[in-house]
């Protein structure tokens, strides 16, 4: 990944916008986490995003505030983490004005750099299914909740500045595994990757 380490980090005025337009800018982008064990990163393949206080399914829905959701409140680009189902972590990149509470979801990474630290945290040498998967990605990239409400620019996970996808490349999709506005087309996706998540009808 020559073309990561030379690459600049996204600016904070990238994560300034509406969360759907930022959700489907990040494809193709480099995600990359140094850790006390290695370096590890990837291709961004599948988002999702959410709206915040007008967004059945937000955490930020009706502008409601605590504790666990305390930074999705926050700057742009800060990372918000938070644990599903009392078992997987899943990040997050703040989106719009601060206070708005929305946020894109990463779902899925095509998997580039660090791939033997990624399989012994992931516990899996199958290479589709080490970042396919909001919680997955978390576990092989070694993100928790210690990265909630970090600056992504001063985090040691960060999105890098590479040529995202053209438009003719980015598929669009309901939102997969929530109940609340399920049908609203805020997942956007790598046309044809192998690496997204979920059911492959929802992929076609």
């Known amino acids: 990944m020559q073309r990561a380490r030379r690459a600049a980090l996204l600016p904070v005025a990238f994560f300034a916008r509406p969360a759907d337009q930022v959700a489907r800018d990040l494809l193709g982008r480099l995600l990359v986490v140094e850790g006390a064990d290695g370096r590890v990163g990837g291709r961004i393949v599948e988002t999702e995003a959410y709206l ?3 967004d059945p399914a937000s955490h930020a829905a009706g502008l409601r505030r605590n504790e666990r959701n305390a930074a999705i409140y926050g700057p742009p680009g800060t990372w918000y983490v ?3 189902y009392g078992m997987h972590w899943c990040a997050n990149l703040v989106a719009g004005p ?7 979801l990463l779902r899925a990474l095509q998997p580039l750099e660090g791939l ?6 992931r516990g899996t040498r199958i290479a589709r299914l080490l970042c396919a998967g909001p919680g997955r990605l978390c576990q092989a990239l070694g993100i928790d909740r210690t990265l909630d409400g970090v600056p992504m620019r001063r985090s040691p996970a960060r999105v890098l500045g590479v040529e995202g996808l053209p438009p003719g490349r980015v598929r669009v999709t309901p939102r997969i595994g929530i109940t609340k506005a399920a049908d609203w087309p805020l997942r956007f996706l790598e046309e044809g990757s192998p690496w997204v998540s979920g059911p492959r009808g929802r992929n076609d």
């Open 52 to 54: 915040g206080g007008e």
């Open 82 to 84: 938070y644990l599903s």
């Open 98 to 104: 601060p206070g708005q509470g929305a946020a894109v």
């Open 116 to 121: 033997e630290l990624m399989e012994r945290r």
